[in-house]
């Protein structure tokens, strides 16, 4: 972006400059048939198929558009499945008879793309030699501008197929699962005579967390820029002890890196609203409006973009990774999920009238049941290998999954439980739907970090998802799971010839069976694990441990029943995330070896040596040598072991390489023994590190990199 245009746009109000580079409703009206709008809005707001004969329409205006703003290019957006975003730039030229050129986009252009698919992963869904894949135009989320130094472009999102129509992408089976639970939400609103709402959508809002350092010292570090994360570093003298960092003065540096920052969202129409110092050093956090689910999951991509590409202007890195700090509070990404109607009503808002009460709580008793049930589910939703450095610390939820419901409701649950009643007039057991559920304020309870899983006034805030990792795995499985126990409720209800009775029979039945799931306590504390298994919990603790349960019976069965992933396309996931795991394993492996061998093991060489000479001018001088003697002893042994696990680390990794053939041996290996050595090796790196002489040691540490901005 040129600083003219950048000096214009900051001159603009708020109100002005929001959603200045968004295709969005305001644009399409104005600029759209009024028939081919309302066409359109139909298949954004209640998710109808896409009438092709308006898209040439569709595809004039919003070319016209995006020209009147500077745009030269195009680039369907798509999201494949190693991680990152996708994007290939066509431009808008077309030759003319006269040896000029006009500017075309068609509706064609618009609604399908042919990018070439073999580089990406496909889990065996196709051969490396079939090339073709489509991208689709997702029309319910909206197109927009991006504005960098080489000129503006529009970005067009969409899906992403192979030529057998198999998804290669994380946002066909969001959409689908969204599909799957406003079928099934409808079916219970049906039920309560509810014949007005049209479309419920899943509802997020999410908090992203993050680091900024100097530049100068993610450039001299090699293990931020392959791998995201500090494989090597001693503990600083101090960290988030003082607790002075959260919620203090935000850096003047970083104050103005985050002005800009909510700027360019703004523009982009993405509702950032809340940012703080977060609770380690360097540590931040930006928080944006709710909004559906598949627009909040791409704004989110967005966000991370914009954050990495923004820090740089300042001489800053952004750290997305989910433990970029050994030893600090780590950075997650807080999953906050509701479901709404298309008529402003929030499912999970405990109402005032005894069928609100009673919709509520059916609502709120099928999440439980859908946790409780498919906690391995939900535990593959956070994992990954980066995310297992930070579940089960102290600054993250634990990889038990439980759900945090609060006292309140917690008690009412019981009581529908036992039969009880709960300060009605009326005498005899609780009956919902005549009795009123007492009001519930939205801080009716504490908060609980400690919960995966947490009921907070309206909504449920999944707290495991790791600060990198795009938002379409975990809302897909959770609009999967929810969506599959409302349409169990509903198979039940709809025969009920009772249904205040039955409704009432069913919250009950479905909350003795599934309360297990429910845990009010400390996540972090040392009895909780025992108690979960007690309770027959499951405990994954490592992502490998997760992955193994994707393709289990049940879970293929649900996903083909909701429609949302066949069972070919839900074996390339459980290939390609533990393909990744394995890859991110031996990239930071290799990487250690490599600053063992460059960096630490030469430091330590030199200090040592260092200390020689002054042992020899000791002697000359006659001097007491038993604390350099101690010093010399203590770098003989740490360098001794710190070779010794260079070498079992290089002879591991030639292992994986040559002998261990089956990619689940492999994963094993990579989960147990590779990171075992990968452990050792840091400990003797960092006691090292922590020995050393200043002027020998070229690496950044902890508190060069944390404390100064």
Same mark, same amino acid.
């Given at each position: 972006?040129?600083t003219?245009?950048?000096i214009?746009a900051?001159?603009?109000k708020?109100t002005?400059?929001f959603?200045?580079?968004?295709?969005?409703?305001?644009?399409?009206?104005?600029?759209?048939?009024?028939?081919?709008?309302q066409q359109?809005r139909e298949?954004?707001?209640?998710?109808k198929?896409?009438?092709?004969?308006?898209?040439?329409i569709?595809?004039?205006?919003?070319?016209?558009?995006?020209?009147?703003?500077?745009?030269?290019?195009?680039t369907?957006w798509?999201?494949?499945?190693?991680?990152i975003?996708?994007?290939k730039?066509?431009?808008?030229?077309s030759?003319s008879s006269?040896g000029?050129?006009?500017?075309?986009?068609?509706g064609?252009?618009?609604?399908?793309?042919?990018?070439?698919?073999?580089?990406?992963?496909?889990?065996?869904?196709?051969?490396t030699?079939?090339?073709?894949?489509y991208?689709a135009?997702?029309?319910t989320?909206?197109?927009?501008?991006?504005e960098?130094?080489?000129?503006?472009t529009l970005f067009?999102?969409?899906?992403?197929?192979?030529y057998?129509?198999?998804?290669l992408?994380?946002?066909?089976?969001?959409?689908r699962?969204?599909?799957?639970?406003?079928?099934?939400?409808?079916?219970?609103?049906?039920?309560?005579?509810?014949?007005?709402?049209?479309?419920?959508?899943?509802?997020v809002g999410?908090?992203?967390?993050y680091?900024?350092i100097?530049?100068?010292?993610?450039?001299?570090?090699?293990?931020?820029q392959?791998?995201?994360?500090?494989?090597?570093?001693?503990r600083?003298?101090?960290?988030?002890?003082?607790?002075?960092?959260?919620?203090?003065?935000i850096?003047?540096?970083?104050?103005?890196?985050?002005?800009?920052?909510?700027r360019?969202?703004?523009?982009?129409?993405?509702?950032?609203k809340?940012?703080?110092?977060e609770?380690?050093?360097?540590?931040?956090?930006l928080?944006?409006?709710?909004?559906n689910?598949n627009?909040a999951?791409?704004q989110?991509?967005l966000v991370?973009d914009t954050?990495?590409?923004?820090a740089?202007?300042?001489?800053?890195?952004?750290?997305?990774?989910?433990?970029?700090f050994?030893g600090?509070?780590?950075?997650?990404k807080h999953?906050?999920?509701?479901?709404?109607t298309?008529?402003?009503q929030?499912?999970?808002?405990?109402?005032q009238t005894?069928?609100?009460?009673?919709?509520?709580?059916?609502?709120?008793?099928?999440?439980?049941?859908?946790i409780?049930k498919?906690?391995?589910?939900?535990?593959?939703?956070?994992s990954?290998?980066s995310?297992d450095?930070?579940?089960?610390?102290?600054?993250?939820?634990?990889?038990i999954i439980?759900?945090?419901l609060?006292?309140?409701l917690?008690?009412?649950?019981?009581k529908?439980?036992?039969?009880?009643?709960?300060?009605?007039?009326q005498?005899?057991?609780?009956?919902?739907?005549?009795?009123?559920?007492p009001?519930l304020?939205m801080?009716?309870?504490?908060?609980?970090?400690?919960?995966p899983?947490?009921?907070t006034?309206?909504?449920f805030?999944?707290?495991?998802?790791a600060?990198?990792?795009?938002l379409a795995?975990?809302?897909?499985?959770?609009?999967?799971?929810?969506?599959?126990?409302?349409?169990?409720?509903?198979d039940?209800?709809?025969?009920?010839?009772?249904?205040?009775?039955?409704?009432q029979?069913?919250?009950?039945?479905?909350?003795?069976?599934?309360?297990?799931?429910v845990?009010?306590?400390?996540g972090?504390?040392?009895?909780?694990p025992?108690?979960a298994k007690r309770?027959?919990?499951?405990n994954?603790?490592t992502?490998?441990?997760?992955?193994?349960h994707?393709l289990?019976?049940?879970?293929?069965?649900?996903?083909?029943?909701?429609k949302?992933?066949?069972?070919?396309?839900?074996?390339a996931?459980?290939s390609?995330?533990?393909?990744?795991?394995?890859k991110?394993?031996?990239?930071?492996?290799?990487?250690?070896l490599?600053?063992?061998?460059?960096?630490?093991f030469p430091?330590?060489?030199?200090?040592?040596?260092?200390?020689?000479?002054?042992l020899?001018?000791?002697?000359?001088?006659g001097?007491?040598?038993?604390?350099?003697?101690?010093?010399?002893?203590?770098?003989?042994?740490?360098?001794a072991?710190?070779?010794?696990?260079?070498?079992?680390?290089?002879?591991?990794m030639?292992r &994986? @390489?040559?002998?261990?053939?089956t %990619? !689940?041996?492999?994963?094993?290996?990579?989960?147990?023994? #590779?990171?075992? =050595?990968?452990e050792?090796?840091?400990?003797?790196?960092?006691? &090292? @590190?922590?020995?050393c002489?200043? %002027? !020998?040691?070229?690496?950044?540490?902890?508190?060069?990199? #944390?404390?100064f =901005?």
């Amino acid at each position: 972006m040129s600083t003219e245009k950048s000096i214009r746009a900051n001159k603009l109000k708020v109100t002005e400059l929001f959603g200045v580079n968004l295709f969005n409703e305001r644009v399409m009206q104005q600029r759209l048939p009024r028939k081919v709008y309302q066409q359109l809005r139909e298949t954004i707001n209640m998710g109808k198929a896409l009438n092709p004969e308006i898209a040439e329409i569709v595809a004039y205006a919003m070319k016209d558009w995006a020209i009147e703003k500077g745009a030269s290019h195009f680039t369907h957006w798509f999201q494949p499945l190693n991680g990152i975003t996708a994007e290939k730039h066509d431009s808008f030229i077309s030759p003319s008879s006269e040896g000029r050129i006009i500017m075309e986009f068609s509706g064609k252009e618009l609604i399908q793309g042919e990018p070439d698919a073999s580089s990406f992963p496909s889990g065996g869904i196709r051969s490396t030699f079939e090339a073709r894949g489509y991208t689709a135009w997702d029309a319910t989320s909206p197109a927009f501008l991006k504005e960098d130094n080489s000129g503006v472009t529009l970005f067009i999102p969409t899906a992403f197929y192979s030529y057998t129509g198999d998804a290669l992408d994380k946002k066909t089976p969001l959409l689908r699962s969204i599909e799957a639970i406003n079928t099934a939400a409808l079916r219970i609103l049906r039920l309560f005579g509810n014949e007005t709402v049209q479309r419920v959508l899943p509802s997020v809002g999410p908090e992203q967390e993050y680091f900024l350092i100097d530049k100068k010292f993610y450039d001299a570090r090699l293990d931020l820029q392959l791998t995201g994360r500090t494989l090597f570093g001693a503990r600083p003298p101090k960290g988030h002890e003082l607790k002075d960092h959260y919620f203090g003065t935000i850096h003047e540096r970083v104050s103005v890196f985050m002005h800009e920052l909510d700027r360019e969202l703004w523009k982009l129409g993405i509702s950032a609203k809340t940012k703080h110092n977060e609770v380690a050093p360097n540590q931040f956090e930006l928080a944006t409006i709710y909004t559906n689910c598949n627009v909040a999951t791409d704004q989110n991509q967005l966000v991370m973009d914009t954050m990495r590409k923004l820090a740089r202007h300042h001489g800053l890195v952004c750290l997305l990774h989910p433990k970029p700090f050994a030893g600090l509070n780590g950075s997650g990404k807080h999953n906050n999920w509701s479901l709404t109607t298309d008529d402003g009503q929030n499912l999970l808002e405990p109402g005032q009238t005894p069928d609100e009460n009673a919709q509520f709580l059916l609502f709120l008793t099928a999440v439980i049941s859908a946790i409780d049930k498919h906690a391995d589910l939900l535990r593959i939703a956070a994992s990954d290998a980066s995310n297992d450095l930070r579940l089960g610390g102290h600054e993250a939820p634990p990889a038990i999954i439980s759900i945090y419901l609060g006292d309140l409701l917690t008690e009412i649950l019981e009581k529908i439980e036992k039969g009880e009643k709960r300060g009605t007039k009326q005498n005899g057991n609780m009956r919902i739907g005549v009795s009123t559920l007492p009001p519930l304020p939205m801080d009716s309870t504490d908060r609980n970090r400690t919960s995966p899983f947490a009921f907070t006034g309206n909504k449920f805030e999944f707290r495991m998802v790791a600060s990198s990792a795009s938002l379409a795995r975990p809302n897909m499985i959770l609009n999967t799971i929810i969506a599959n126990t409302l349409n169990e409720f509903a198979d039940s209800l709809e025969k009920s010839e009772d249904l205040h009775s039955d409704v009432q029979e069913l919250i009950k039945e479905k909350y003795k069976i599934h309360k297990r799931v429910v845990f009010n306590g400390d996540g972090y504390s040392a009895e909780w694990p025992e108690e979960a298994k007690r309770r027959g919990l499951p405990n994954f603790s490592t992502a490998i441990d997760a992955y193994q349960h994707l393709l289990d019976k049940k879970n293929v069965a649900l996903f083909e029943k909701e429609k949302v992933l066949s069972r070919k396309e839900l074996a390339a996931r459980a290939s390609i995330f533990t393909e990744m795991y394995i890859k991110q394993m031996i990239i930071e492996a290799n990487t250690m070896l490599l600053m063992g061998r460059r960096h630490i093991f030469p430091a330590a060489v030199k200090s040592q040596q260092r200390l020689l000479r002054t042992l020899e001018l000791d002697k000359l001088l006659g001097r007491n040598q038993v604390q350099i003697l101690k010093a010399l002893e203590e770098f003989d042994i740490l360098i001794a072991s710190f070779r010794l696990c260079l070498s079992n680390l290089s002879d591991l990794m030639n292992r &994986l @390489e040559e002998s261990i053939e089956t %990619e !689940d041996l492999k994963a094993r290996c990579v989960d147990t023994k #590779l990171k075992t =050595l990968m452990e050792e090796l840091r400990i003797y790196g960092d006691k &090292l @590190e922590s020995i050393c002489a200043a %002027e !020998d040691w070229d690496l950044p540490n902890y508190a060069e990199m #944390l404390f100064f =901005l």
